[in-house]
């Protein structure tokens, strides 16, 4: 807010009084001068003095009293004062988050992430979130990447972390992480004595596989490296999430082929090696949202400058 005040017919109503009738009789009240006051209004006196006069007569009040060498409160005036700098300063918060809002500095996010992106990027996207825009609420919806999409394209969330491909309709993505593939194993397998192995290793093994239709992104992506290498698996059981399918192996019902953030999920049983082999982090993470967005935060995120292991920065 400015210090100049327009008094005006359309002044903004505050109950029984107006905006410019408590900023003119705070001015007045704190200068004991009607002339001190118009000059620090930038206002002549003749409309300074009616804005008081209207107060009193909308209160039923006498605020001030005057004479021709001072001006001075009334008791009423006095316990008035407190009330009108409060509300006067209620007044200008709601306007600065008005401006807030607008700019994408406040208001609410809706965030979907995968469960493995829990492990990984989750955390650093929030923390850089509410470190640049302390006055946005963030709420988080774990989801696998078909519902994220899903939610996204009716509006009901603002941003997803979510595997690609994103192929619909108004949905953007932008990749800000990728991530390498190991071999999870049950306790005691024959493999866990190998520090690295080789995805033939697997051949004739039983696998703990991604589900074709709620994780199609892992399903296609397994198979087709499997496909490329020529290994042949025994496909027991089909599963959606990868803390579900640590549970699967740690019960020694098969191997599965995990990103290495899965080793964070902390199944103590399991017993990890990686595929040297595979060293072009084949995993990708996409940041999603509907393009254009009704939300003003979202825009403002997208324009971080932050990137997670070199991606993400345009």
Do not use: C
């Amino acid at each position: 807010m400015t210090s100049k005040i327009m008094f005006a017919s359309g002044d903004t109503l505050l109950g029984m009084f107006t905006f410019g009738q408590l900023t003119a009789f705070v001015a007045v009240a704190e200068e004991l001068s009607f002339v001190r006051a118009a000059e620090r209004l930038h206002v002549s006196q003749p409309p300074l003095t009616r804005q008081i006069q209207a107060l009193e007569r909308s209160l039923g009040v006498q605020l001030l009293t005057r004479s021709s060498r001072s001006v001075r409160l009334t008791a009423p005036g006095q316990a008035f004062l407190r009330d009108a700098r409060r509300l006067l300063r209620d007044v200008d918060g709601a306007t600065l988050n008005i401006r807030r809002t607008f700019a994408g500095t406040a208001g609410s996010l809706q965030i979907g992430f995968t469960s493995v992106a829990a492990f990984t990027v989750l955390g650093v996207v929030v923390t850089s979130i509410l470190k640049n825009f302390p006055g946005v609420d963030v709420s988080l919806q774990e989801f696998v990447t078909k519902d994220q999409l899903d939610e996204l394209s009716g509006n009901n969330l603002d941003l997803g972390l979510a595997r690609p491909p994103i192929a619909r309709r108004q949905l953007e993505s932008r990749e800000i992480f990728r991530e390498s593939l190991v071999v999870a194993l049950p306790p005691g397998h024959p493999l866990t004595g190998r520090p690295g192995l080789r995805l033939a290793d697997l051949n004739g093994a039983d696998i703990v596989m991604y589900s074709p239709s709620d994780s199609q992104y892992f399903h296609e992506l397994v198979v087709s490296l499997l496909r490329k290498r020529d290994v042949n698996v025994h496909h027991r059981l089909y599963v959606a999430q990868v803390h579900d399918m640590l549970s699967l192996v740690e019960a020694g019902l098969g191997v599965a082929i995990v990103p290495a953030s899965a080793e964070r999920v902390g199944h103590g049983g399991v017993v990890f090696r990686h595929l040297p082999e595979e060293t072009d982090a084949p995993v990708r993470l996409h940041l999603v949202w509907r393009e254009p967005s009704a939300n003003p935060v979202v825009r403002a995120v997208l324009d971080l400058p932050w990137a997670i292991n070199g991606l993400g920065e345009d």
